[in-house]
């Protein structure tokens, strides 16, 4: 069973960082990528920044500039460092891995609980 455990998230005013971390625990192969995902009111869930496990990013263009996606892969940890937020990054945010728990499974997408991050204006 692999478990995803995010924490990080709270209460900041604009134009102020939040850093989240998620690490992954339990029977694990390989990760294919991890990232990160938000949920607003009201709205989808959306991408907010993925890394490959060769080290390639990709960032939802209102993010870019503002928001670093990083890895330990020895830990098993993906992180986001959140600078310069604005009350329009207000959400849940989830953090995804890509992963294989053995040789013999397919690449599986995980999930975690999610963690409230709330911008003031």
């Known amino acids: 069973q692999v478990q995803l455990v995010e924490s990080g998230g709270g209460l900041v005013q604009t134009g102020g960082s939040l850093r989240l971390s998620c690490a992954a625990s339990?029977?694990?192969?390989?990760?294919?990528?991890m990232g990160w995902y938000r949920q607003a009111p009201g709205k989808q869930r959306e991408l907010v920044a993925a890394?490959?496990?060769?080290?390639?990013?990709n960032y939802a263009d209102s993010v870019k500039g503002r928001f670093t996606i990083s890895r330990d892969s020895a830990k098993k940890t993906v992180y986001l460092q959140m600078d310069s937020l604005k009350p329009e990054d207000t959400a849940v945010y989830y953090c995804?891995?890509?992963?294989?728990?053995?040789?013999?499974?397919?690449?599986?997408?995980?999930w975690g609980q999610g963690t409230q991050v709330t911008v003031s204006s």
């Open positions: 890394i490959t496990s060769g080290g390639s990013t």
């Open positions: 995804n891995f890509n992963l294989r728990r053995t040789v013999l499974t397919a690449h599986l997408d995980y």
């Open positions: 339990g029977t694990i192969f390989s990760i294919n990528a």
